[in-house]
């Protein structure tokens, strides 16, 4: 019977022609597959639900789904910097850097400061359609991923000009990931800026509101240049530190916001004090409130920054536990905003050396061993990783690590590895992408990553490439679009108006 019900849901499914008022895009850093069916499982023994197996993620609900190749120019395996580029600006680039087409090789301020090798974002594309832009992040808001949306830079650790000093360069010629975000286009306009990371915008000689010093050398308060920097606009900004602070904003009398809620990344959600600290699905919800205020539409960033992080510390249960709620926040964004006019796609920068193995039983959780090895009569993980933090050394005799008495419930845990490496690394897999709304149909079959935000952009009418707004004011049908007479790497709407 459920399978009936499925395929008349799929039955009932079709494609969605209107244009994209608003954009949210959600990105699952390191959200990879087996990460995706653990969390299910997870979840799913939450949820009290008979097994686990059967619990579906929220946007797993969404009715197109495609693949993301998500390769970099000169890597097999991406990082988030030249992943962002792929998926914020459009182009692939170089590890390391971001908004930077791959003539710029990383550290070079030279290449960075070369107006030629910029590409921009779709928050440049979004702000100059006079949208409204905003970026949710658990990790610092100068981070690859957020950072891809607003900087030009070619080393995504130069998020403070201190940063900058340390590789032996000059701060006055190469300006820091937080300088940009707040002095610079697309970041000075973007309204909504919510995350971690203040040691990025404060003196090292100033202490913050929880305590922590600042980063910085150049003894400029970027938090207060912000506010000023709105004020002298004639605009109402609103900075918040903790949720109190979040959650008494006037958002109808507020135009900017910036909430940076810890001096580094957000705490991971196991860890953190929910009095205190926001939620991603709160920051979420506070996110679309100030955004829909525009009538012209917006779109939003909304990144589950810290799945990658505790995947790179092989503690599976954080990453897990993140990825929940990342998808819950997904949910938020779904109940606040309508299919007919805004566009959710739900994706991921790049994998994990995360597995999901052996043949546990139905029901079983995933923080258990799957069974016992026929060959050394010793018990594996469920979950475990190609590399990283969790390797455990042979004993003495030379046989393999006994896990049998760990206790791989303990939110800490880190999960075996084979190769023993300070940090895991990603993996060079296909990531999924999840869509619903307008023109949600584009995100199906295997993508380039760098196709994705194209994608949105002709269903949001956003940039200088082919839009649905073209197509409508052509009296174009879908299906004319098949008959477009270039190349689409020649293709410009004006080209083809006057042609
Ligand atoms: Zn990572």
Redo the contacts with the bound molecule.
């Keep these: 019977m459920k399978a009936q019900e499925k395929l008349l849901e799929h039955l009932k499914t079709f494609p969605n022609y209107n244009v994209a008022k608003n954009v949210i895009m959600f990105l699952g850093?390191?959200l990879s597959i087996p990460t995706i069916s653990a969390t299910r499982i997870y979840l799913g023994k939450k949820n009290g639900l008979q097994y686990g197996e059967e619990q579906e993620l929220f946007f797993e609900t969404f009715p197109y789904t495609g693949l993301s190749k998500t390769y970099c120019v000169d890597t097999q395996v991406a990082?988030?910097a030249c992943s962002a580029t792929a998926y914020l600006c459009g182009v692939k680039a170089n590890r390391g850097t971001m908004g930077l087409s791959a003539s710029a090789p990383r550290k070079s301020c030279e290449a960075m400061n070369n107006a030629s090798n910029h590409v921009e974002s779709i928050f440049t594309w979004a702000q100059e359609a006079g949208k409204s832009t905003g970026l949710v992040t658990t990790t610092r808001v100068t981070h690859a991923s957020p950072g891809g949306g607003y900087a030009h830079t070619a080393e995504r650790y130069w998020e403070c000009d201190e940063n900058v000093l340390r590789d032996g360069l000059d701060p006055e010629l190469c300006s820091d990931i937080a300088e940009q975000l707040v002095l610079a286009r697309p970041g000075r306009d973007i309204q909504v800026i919510l995350g971690g990371g203040r040691k990025m915008f404060r003196p090292v000689t100033s202490v913050d509101e929880e305590g922590d010093s600042g980063s910085r050398l150049d003894g400029v308060d970027l938090i207060s240049r912000w506010h000023t920097d709105k004020l002298l606009r004639g605009a109402r900004p609103h900075y918040a530190w903790n949720k109190e602070g979040l959650l008494k904003m006037d958002i109808e009398n507020t135009d900017f916001l910036m909430g940076l809620f810890e001096s580094d990344h957000l705490l991971y959600n196991l860890d953190t004090d929910a009095t205190k600290e926001p939620s991603l699905p709160e920051l979420t919800e506070v996110a679309i409130k100030m955004l829909q205020k525009n009538n012209k539409g917006y779109f939003l960033f909304v990144e589950g920054g810290r799945i990658?992080?505790a995947?790179?510390e092989t503690r599976a249960q954080k990453a897990l536990d993140e990825t929940e709620q990342f998808q819950a926040a997904v949910r938020v964004a779904a109940q606040m905003t309508s299919e007919q006019d805004t566009l959710i796609v739900v994706t991921a920068?790049?994998s994990?050396v995360m597995t999901h193995n052996g043949y546990p039983r139905r029901g079983r959780s995933v923080f258990e061993t799957a069974g016992v090895s026929n060959r050394d009569g010793l018990p594996h993980s469920i979950l475990s990783y190609a590399n990283g933090p969790g390797y455990k050394r042979p004993t003495s005799n030379g046989s393999r690590y006994d896990i049998s008495t760990d206790n791989m419930r303990d939110k800490d845990y880190r999960f075996p590895a084979l190769a023993p490496l300070g940090?895991e690394?990603?993996g060079g897999d296909d990531v999924p992408v999840f869509a619903r709304g307008p023109w949600a149909q584009l995100f199906t079959g295997v993508l380039e990553q760098h196709v994705i935000p194209h994608a949105m952009a002709f269903a949001a009418c956003l940039g200088d490439g082919l839009t649905a707004c073209w197509a409508r004011r052509h009296a174009l049908r879908p299906e004319d679009l098949l008959h477009v007479p270039v190349a689409p790497w020649q293709w410009s709407p004006r080209a083809w108006a006057t042609a």
């Design positions: 850093d390191g990082d988030s990658d992080q995947h790179h920068d790049h994990h940090s690394t990603h």
